[in-house]
């Protein structure tokens, strides 16, 4: 139901845009956010957009980061400024309903000169 795109390798200072496109029309009842698991971690929350469209960041994205929703076309975005090596991660997004999680495959973003 969750399908991620936007991944990929960037240099430290670069940005990027991550896209969750969401199906089974599940989006306008859903809480939806973006987490990311480093190796050896533990996954990690990153953002997260409610149904009425308050977000709350990480600390270590606040001014970095920006989530956003567009319920017309499903999809859910994480776009990504003034990256750092430390971002380097597989990039996972959640849809939170009242009645289970979802979990899309993961895309990676490796921050590296």
């Known amino acids: 139901r969750l399908v991620e795109s936007g991944g990929g390798l960037v240099q430290p200072g670069g940005s990027l845009r991550l896209s969750c496109a969401v199906s089974?029309?599940?989006?306008?009842?859903?809480?939806m956010g973006w987490y990311r698991q480093a190796p050896g971690k533990q996954r990690e929350l990153v953002a997260t957009?409610?149904?009425?469209?308050?977000?709350n960041y990480a600390d270590s994205v606040k001014g970095r980061f920006t989530i956003s929703r567009d319920n017309a076309k499903s999809t859910v975005y994480l776009q990504m400024s003034s990256l750092k090596p430390e971002d380097t991660a597989v990039y996972y997004c959640?849809?939170?309903?009242?009645?289970?999680?979802?979990w899309g495959q993961g895309t990676q973003v490796t921050v590296s000169s």
């Open positions: 959640n849809a939170r309903t009242s009645w289970t999680d979802y």
């Open positions: 089974g029309g599940i989006i306008r009842k859903a809480n």
């Open positions: 957009i409610a149904s009425g469209g308050s977000s």
